[in-house]
């Protein structure tokens, strides 16, 4: 049974997720932490729960969900998993620091990339890769079908969807994800989004003013 505990990072509010099972095995996702004292809070987390981090699985590279992955990298001797499509976000990632006067980020490569159809497994635990553009060029969110939940990144919010005024955006590519991989769950699937409180696929079917 995974578990999955959030923490809200940055200025930009941004959740950085660690899911983990009854083996202690653990992946992080998008790691959000730039000041030491949230990467701290992180590590003291794992080390508390006496956890093995097996993997760090980015849903996409944009500045917020990789400002401590260079981090978890280092102190976890673990791989950086993300979407090829994604290297030019990642690549940029350091000059848009410097544009917004946001220091202290650690420039970070990826190690290894996931596709549409791969699985994650930690422990005795697996996690399904969906492919679902928009927000970014090469979004990706993870399934866990047995406990019906998606960690979503920022494609689909609690009545909002991600935005897509950045480069590389594409907004119906995003409408277009939501409505092909997440609308086709069902109702009680619970999402767990890159920014604010999580949400049903049910309640945004009803109710999102997106997609309507």
Known sequence: M???TSFVFSPFSENTYV???ETKEAVIVDPGCLMQSEKETLANFISEKGLKVTALL???AHLDHVFGSAFVKRKYGVKMYMHKKELPVLEAVESR???WGIPGFEPVEADAFLEEGDKVTFGQSSLDVVFVPGHAPGH???I???QKFVIGGDVLFKGSVGRTDFPLCDHAALLNSIRTKFFTLDDDYQVYAGHMEPTTIGYERRYNPFLK
């Open 2 to 4: 995974i578990q999955i």
């Open 19 to 21: 899911l983990y099972d």
């Open 58 to 60: 980015q849903t996409h």
């Open 97 to 99: 620091c410097k544009l």
């Open 140 to 142: 990706i969110a993870f």
């Open 144 to 146: 866990c079908h047995p």
